[in-house]
């Protein structure tokens, strides 16, 4: 079985600052992927970025990057130029064949 | 294009009244999932469709849920006789595979309270 671990409750960042979340997680498979997805007051959850395990080479969307560490099995995300609209829920998720299994998720509050 | 749609949005019920969720994937993604999401037990795998059929039904808490998929789109998810403990959000997600990857696109979700 899988496990994803988000130690971090709650994060704070100032407005165009950078902001690091944290995620680890724990299997025996060697073919995964990785994913954090950001759920907003409207509970929709939406795909931020993804990462194949088997790319050495990490993940970057726009002001948003990961840190993949596959002998670490950490997976962090770094949130660049961080603005407002950042402010929500963040999920870390792996998959290693169909359903997902989460984090317990980090709050992250954008100040002005 | 349309994303995931989910209804209702928000639904309030009695202790031991049944209750129907319906999710609406994207057009032409051939998988879908069903989670729930409650604060004490945070995002829960339920259920995974691949066309119509269910190959894995591992996460559902009781026999009181089940689920089905028609024509390889819409999905219903049914809770007969709620419990309190049936209160949280329910999210439905359709796939698509790109480049070898499965990623995974969410409804806004059906939010539940059971009285």
């Known amino acids: 079985a899988q496990t994803v671990t988000q130690s971090q409750p709650e994060m704070s960042v100032q407005e165009a600052e950078t902001v690091t979340l944290s995620c680890t997680y724990d299997t025996s498979e060697s073919d995964y992927y990785l994913f954090w997805y950001k759920q907003p007051p409207s509970r929709q959850m939406i795909l931020v970025i993804r990462q194949e395990a088997y790319k050495q080479q990490n993940a970057t969307e726009n002001r948003f990057s990961v840190n993949f560490q596959k002998a670490a099995k950490s997976f962090s995300l770094k949130i660049s130029d961080s603005q407002l609209g950042d402010a929500a829920m963040y999920f870390c998720?792996?998959?290693?064949?169909?359903?997902?299994?989460f984090g317990g998720g980090t709050r992250l509050m954008v100040k002005p | 294009g349309a994303g995931v749609s989910q209804s209702p949005s928000n639904k309030v019920t009695e202790k031991g009244k049944d209750v129907e969720l319906r999710c609406d994937p994207i057009?032409?993604?051939?998988?879908l999932y069903w989670y729930r999401q409650s604060l004490g037990q945070g995002l829960e795998f339920l259920i995974y469709f691949q066309g119509n059929s269910a190959p894995d039904k591992s996460g559902l808490p009781s026999d009181r849920f089940s689920a089905e998929r028609t024509g390889g789109s819409v999905s219903t998810l049914t809770i007969q006789r709620t419990q309190q403990e049936d209160s949280a959000v329910y999210l439905c997600?359709?796939?698509?595979?790109?480049?070898?990857?499965?990623?995974?696109?969410f409804g806004p979700g059906t939010r539940l309270l059971v009285l």
């Open positions: 997600a359709s796939s698509l595979i790109t480049g070898g990857v499965e990623t995974q696109y």
């Open positions: 057009s032409g993604h051939t998988a």
């Open positions: 998720a792996f998959n290693a064949g169909n359903m997902l299994t």
